[in-house]
């Protein structure tokens, strides 16, 4: 059967019996005149087509067919229409040709992402390029994007608002991790988000504890950090977890301090316990002092860089002596470095946005109790804890890279899925995965919990002290 294929310059190729022909010339009888395209042997066979794609057969070749280079040539034709017609990524294009082609056919390939480059060539050449997306409506999401890459594939689209909905909220995850984080009596929430000027929006992350591992199962893209859009998100979480397993909450949230998502907890959870996540206090302290023009001080005084770690290491100190510490602290920073209104400017901010004060009365924004460690630390939730740090860098380095191609960052989120999957069915299975990456990690965790476990109220600035040694900002 005869096929055709167009070459590079826009012309045509014939195919037939494992032989491959340019085209000579049109005749006005609506046949077309074809010559073996294998110059380097002199070739002469020719070739006849009609209008209804019937061949007949001129001259004799006068060397063997090439199945494996005609395979070749009608794999690289598939891809070039592919990436024309189709949606998907340059790498799926390139999966779904190499689909049940044979051995043979395979150790002549050129190089995979040389494959891929050749579908981006030409979608540059005949502007088919999938528009970048200005805003959540615009993104469209191609069909090998939407199913896991387990053995067994699943939906990965829990949710999607659609492309009419303004404010777009797409949930991913599938039965299998839905099923998981049911299981998982404390969740953790993250979000990271760019603030590119053409295209703004939030990828939201819902880690479970599980099996004592921190493992995300959520993830969102969510158009701004309004408590309604955290609401919507949640309710729909909820909904599809209710068809599971109905009323399923977690006992415990350990959140990063966006008061949005403390609010709407508390409304569509109000049993729930929340706690905030010690590296996102951290990260608070951090961009105040910032703010304040402190950064260089913090750079070039050990002691300064001491008195402000101490400041997070309240977070270790039992909340109901946390308010003394605090005043300690104020104290110290002020008597050693001056009256400047940067140190009181810090002060004022620890007390209206952590620790509030008794008078005149006021309350802090966030209530000691939901950032505090302590209770955390001694009843084993230091790991969860220590994984957001980990998690939130792995997230964002995907989420900045690939932002303004979301159906990029979506691969990475299913080849994420896929290693987090493996991981947790050898759990299931009874395996014992290492709780540290490294035994120096352990060793210094340990010591760590020793120290705060050996708490003494009438030795606080030196608590306070050797914590800080802990703490990286």
């Given amino acids: 059967m005869a096929t055709f294929m167009s070459t590079q310059r826009g012309g045509r ?94 150790v002549h390939l050129p190089k995979i992402k040389n494959l891929q480059k050749t579908v981006s060539r030409k979608r540059q050449r005949t502007g088919t390029i999938p528009p970048v997306p200005h805003s959540l409506t615009d993104i469209i999401i191609p069909d090998d994007l939407r199913r896991t890459k387990t053995s067994e594939p699943q939906d990965f689209i829990l949710s999607d608002s659609g492309t009419e909905d303004k404010n777009r909220i797409i949930i991913f995850s599938c039965t299998s991790d839905l099923n998981r984080l049911i299981q998982c009596q404390t969740w953790v929430v993250d979000g990271t988000f760019t603030s590119a000027p053409n295209l ?69 959870v109000p049993d729930v316990k929340i706690r905030g996540c010690f590296f996102h206090f951290c990260k608070a302290i951090w961009l105040k002092v910032q703010q304040l023009g402190l950064e260089q001080i913090y750079t070039d005084d050990e002691y300064f860089q001491t008195i402000i ?49 008794t008078l005149p009365p006021r309350n802090p924004r966030f209530a000691i109790n939901v950032w505090n460690c302590n209770n955390i630390t001694l009843e084993g939730l230091p790991r969860a804890t220590n994984s957001i740090e980990s998690w939130h860098h792995i997230f964002y380095s995907i989420f900045s890279s690939h932002h303004l191609n979301p159906n990029r960052v979506i691969e990475k989120l299913l080849k994420e899925q896929l290693t987090q999957d493996d991981l947790c069915t050898r759990l299931e299975a009874g395996h014992v995965i290492a709780p540290y990456s490294h035994k120096q990690y352990q060793i210094v965790n340990e010591k760590f919990l020793q120290i705060i476990k050996d708490y003494n109220s009438s030795y606080i600035s030196g608590f306070l002290q050797i914590c800080s040694h802990y703490v990286i900002l």
């Fill in 13 to 106: 190729k014939l195919i037939y019996e494992d032989h491959s022909y340019n085209k000579v010339r049109d005749s006005s009888d609506g046949k077309i005149y074809w010559r073996c395209d294998k110059l380097s042997t002199k070739c002469g066979a020719t070739a006849i087509t009609d209008a209804a794609s019937n061949v007949l057969l001129g001259k004799p070749h006068n060397h063997a067919s090439s199945p494996t280079k005609i395979a070749l040539k009608a794999l690289q034709h598939k891809i070039k229409e592919e990436a024309v017609s189709s949606s998907s990524t340059a790498r799926a294009v390139v999966s779904n040709a190499l689909e049940g082609i044979s051995d043979g056919v395979k």
């Fill in 200 to 268: 703004w929006y939030q990828l939201w992350v819902i880690y479970g504890v599980f099996h004592s591992k921190t493992i995300p199962f959520i993830y969102a893209f969510l158009p701004n950090k309004n408590e309604d859009i955290y609401e919507r998100t949640l309710v729909n979480i909820f909904q599809k977890i209710d068809t599971i397993q109905p009323g399923a909450r977690p006992n415990t949230i350990i959140i990063d301090f966006e008061m949005a998502v403390v609010n709407t907890f508390r409304q569509l």
């Fill in 309 to 357: 770690k101490s400041f997070c290491a309240l977070s270790f100190v039992p909340p109901a002596e946390v308010s003394h510490a605090f005043e300690l602290l104020g104290n110290e920073l002020v008597e050693s470095f001056g009256e400047d209104e940067r140190y009181h400017g810090f002060i004022d901010y620890f007390i209206a946005t952590w620790v509030g004060r």
